[in-house]
């Protein structure tokens, strides 16, 4: 369909890409189908193939669909524990699945928050730090250990227990508010896009900061203290330039709708680096596509480096990615990325969330509404507690060096 869809229109370079892995393609897609029903791991690519086929599983809005895709890999036995094949599907997960977990919010009892409360009694300390709580989906394993990373990265910044409240479709926000009032609790930490929609049903006297989302409409993030899970370009340019020295340029794709406030922050960032950002506006897949041609029939391999942010309209994982590694490998241009499950696949390098330092991070902004009383200036903020995952084969295919493992968090081909 995707095929038929494009080729009356493409240009003869995409034409002739399409053409050659047409069979190919298809067949990919039969095969995503049964490796998804069957949530099978994805293997190790073999960067000399022709065909580069895709693993992340689209994550529907709905709660069911969700769960459906969802349920045999929480059925895995590898599933409750974090790895690098199930990183960047669980974040994009809990992102889901808080649209579901806190709204609507339907007041059904005080059962679920009075559990919460009582769970949370014990961690009365010190009034300085009894003034954060925290807002979390109440949802198990993997999930569960995310959230208690970040909460341990928290405690560690304030210096203290922070009451927590893991909570479900039964919310009650009376309840909820009665709670943090009573806890005089001066700045709420909410995890997840829709926990922002709990949080407007909240005491107005009480500051929000958000944390785990990519990113959110600006007229919203101008409201709140918003963390993303977009690694900040400043980090991603400082560890281009140490593994490819002569960079002098950044490519990269985008859909404004999603990342202009991050485009504004990589324009400076590049600066400071030396290096000028061309960046290519982009809000349909067509359009992606057509930007994709002009960076492979234009790029200089020894000068420039493309970088994929997360983004959902230019680097799609079933057409545009497979697309992106197959052009950049044949033309040894260097690829690094902000979603770390592309590192497998055949990206240079990527940076993904440390969860105990995104929840210092988090604790920094809600210490700081608090310092600032609460006229702190509410903004995008992007990730800065980062670990770096690289992949040693497409390193040597380009001639980087990487004589420094140890440097690294995480490497491919696993050894």
Not at 170 to 193: P, T, Y
Request: hydrophobic share 45%.
């Amino acid at each position: 369909m995707l095929t038929t869809l494009l080729l009356p229109c493409a240009t003869p370079f995409l034409r002739k890409w399409f053409s050659r892995r047409f069979i190919d393609f298809g067949a990919w897609l039969l095969m995503s189908s049964l490796l998804m029903a069957a949530a099978a791991p994805a293997q190790a690519i073999p960067m000399d193939s022709a065909a580069l086929p895709g693993r992340n599983a689209p994550l529907h809005e709905d709660y069911s669909g969700v769960m459906r895709a969802l349920d045999p890999v929480l059925d895995s036995p590898a599933s409750s524990q974090l790895t690098p094949e199930n990183y960047d599907e669980l974040m994009l997960a809990i992102e889901a699945l808080t649209d579901v977990v806190v709204f609507p919010i339907r007041v059904a009892g005080p059962a679920t928050v009075t559990a919460a409360r009582n769970a949370t009694s014990k961690f009365a300390q010190a009034s300085e730090t009894d003034t954060i709580a925290v807002i979390y989906p109440d949802i198990g394993e993997p999930y569960r250990s995310i959230f208690t990373q970040i909460i341990d990265g928290i405690e560690s910044k304030v210096k203290g227990r922070v009451a927590n409240f893991p909570v479900d479709s039964n919310v009650d926000v009376g309840e909820l508010n009665k709670s943090l009032r009573s806890k005089d609790i001066k700045v709420v930490i909410v995890l997840g896009r829709q926990a922002m929609k709990l949080a407007s049903a909240l005491d107005r006297n009480i500051g929000v900061v958000v944390g785990g989302v990519l990113t959110t409409p600006e007229n919203e993030s101008r409201k709140l203290q918003v963390n993303s899970l977009s690694p900040d370009p400043a980090l991603l340019f400082s560890r281009l330039k140490e593994m490819m020295p002569k960079a002098r340029r950044v490519l990269t794709v985008y859909d404004p709708r999603q990342n202009a406030w991050l485009m504004r922050l990589a324009k400076e960032a590049a600066r400071v680096q030396g290096l000028e950002l061309v960046a290519r506006e982009a809000q349909d897949l067509r359009s992606a596509m057509h930007a994709y041609q002009e960076i492979f029939s234009s790029s200089d391999s020894s000068h420039d480096a493309l970088w994929l942010p997360q983004d959902s309209t230019t680097v799609e994982d079933s057409a545009v990615l497979p697309l992106v590694l197959q052009e950049s490998w044949t033309n040894s241009l260097a690829v690094f990325s902000s979603s770390v499950g592309h590192v497998k696949r055949g990206v240079l390098f990527s940076l993904y969330p440390d969860n105990v330092g995104m929840g210092r991070q988090l604790a920094s902004s809600a210490l700081d509404f608090m310092a600032s009383g609460g006229h702190k200036t509410a903004a995008m903020v992007p990730l800065r507690e980062v670990l770096m995952a690289v992949n040693l084969r497409t390193a040597k295919h380009l001639g980087l060096n990487t004589s420094r493992p140890e440097s690294f968090d995480m490497a491919f081909p696993e050894q």
